[in-house]
């Protein structure tokens, strides 16, 4: 079985960044219509805790969680 790409955004998630706290929601369906959407990426909402974002700017948090994300936030989600 193929995981999910909530699942899939939170094992990326939890294997680098070790959260306290995550929530990872997909909107994509609140997005029809969409250039993403029509791409065949999705929309997705996330929460997160981690003790590495202790002391970031909200812009290097952000970058933390797209390089865990990596190639993924090229293939698969269209907004975050």
């Given at each position: 079985?193929?995981?999910s790409r909530t699942e899939t955004i939170d094992k990326l998630l939890r294997s680098t960044?070790?959260?306290?706290?995550?929530l990872v929601k997909d909107q994509s369906h609140l997005h029809e219509g969409h250039a993403g959407a029509q791409e065949g990426k999705g929309h997705f909402d996330v929460t997160i805790v981690s003790e590495q974002?202790?002391?970031?700017?909200?812009?290097?948090r952000?970058?933390?969680?797209?390089?865990a994300l990596g190639a993924f936030m090229e293939s698969d989600i269209h907004a975050l």
């Amino acid at each position: 079985m193929v995981a999910s790409r909530t699942e899939t955004i939170d094992k990326l998630l939890r294997s680098t960044l070790q959260p306290t706290v995550l929530l990872v929601k997909d909107q994509s369906h609140l997005h029809e219509g969409h250039a993403g959407a029509q791409e065949g990426k999705g929309h997705f909402d996330v929460t997160i805790v981690s003790e590495q974002f202790d002391g970031l700017s909200r812009i290097a948090r952000h970058r933390l969680v797209y390089d865990a994300l990596g190639a993924f936030m090229e293939s698969d989600i269209h907004a975050l």
